[in-house]
């Protein structure tokens, strides 16, 4: 069964037809959509995560007897709701127009109110506790059931092998989004999942904008943060760089490298190291080759910081048989904080 919605609000009163079935990009007229209107019958099984700007839910879809998951805007009023719509919208635009194996596929947009749910309606419920007249926006996207992997971290460290089979198509998939012109943001390792089959996927493109779009504000997360997105707001493809270099820290080490975010010291300290490229090689030590591959890449300057091509090139990510003797402590479990919208 396909569906097909339409979402015309105070958000930019935009029409979106989706369908699990069709071209999700095909447009139809609006009132055709009005009498194809029909519900999509997933049965909430529970929630997996409260985001600052969503929830997460796991869904099973009675018709294709699959597991789905469900990303619904949060908000406590129609203008944050709206707002987190709007986020909601721009991700489903951005996802939709990609096609990368390492990239989290999207199947549909639509009111969360057009969700079909079982007996007791929980999932409405809760995604409605706050609802004030406007319809809040839901992404249905593909499963990874393994979670992301700062989840998978926490249950046993990385090798550097594990490590490569993780970051190398995150890094294939973020040379695949530079040629689209995306900037994603907020990559970081809540934000690689990694489906039944051990593929890591690239999610969360809430943040993500288009090389072209203006930019003015500071999101991503903050131990996150690329040096440049706190002096002067710019992003670019390097940005991104830095994400997944702060990633591969994390992965390699089990720490991470700038701290473990405003709730356990000053934000102050933290930027101070980013803006200086400090990162944490003393407290525990790290072995000399680690030292030398973080000290060429966590590079200050985004025009002297490797490219996401150069990265590929590294012994590390070419070489089959490249070791790197490692020192590991266990990541504090605490999520990283986002920033901005
Ligand atoms: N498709 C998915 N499969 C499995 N878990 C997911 C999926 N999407 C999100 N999650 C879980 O929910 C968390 C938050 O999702 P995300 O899209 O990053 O939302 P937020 O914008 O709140 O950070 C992820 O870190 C992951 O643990
Ligand atoms: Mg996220």
Redesign the pocket.
Known sequence: MGSLFLVSSGFNATVIMTSRLRNPKQKIKPAKIESEMKRVNWVKQCR??Y??????F?VFDLESKNFA?V?IATGYGPAEIGSNNCLILKEYDIMSSLDHPAI?KVQAIMPVTHLGVDEEDTLLQVADQHYRGTPRLSII?????Q??L??LMAKSLFTPTETKNYLKPIAEAMVYLKKMRIIHR?IKI??I?VDKDGCP?L??F?YSIHQDDPIGSLVGSFVSLAPETFMFKVYDYQTDVWGFVTSLFCCLTGRRPFGDGPEYESAQVIRDRIITADYQKEDEPLAVELIELFDLLFNPDPTNRPTIEQILELPFFKDENFDIPLYQSPLKKHRAV?VGN
């Open positions: 997996i995560e985001g600052s700007t969503a929830n997460i796991l998951i990303k989290l996207m593909d499963r990874c059931s979670g992301c700062q989840r907020d809540e934000n999942l996927k999610a969360d809430g986002p």
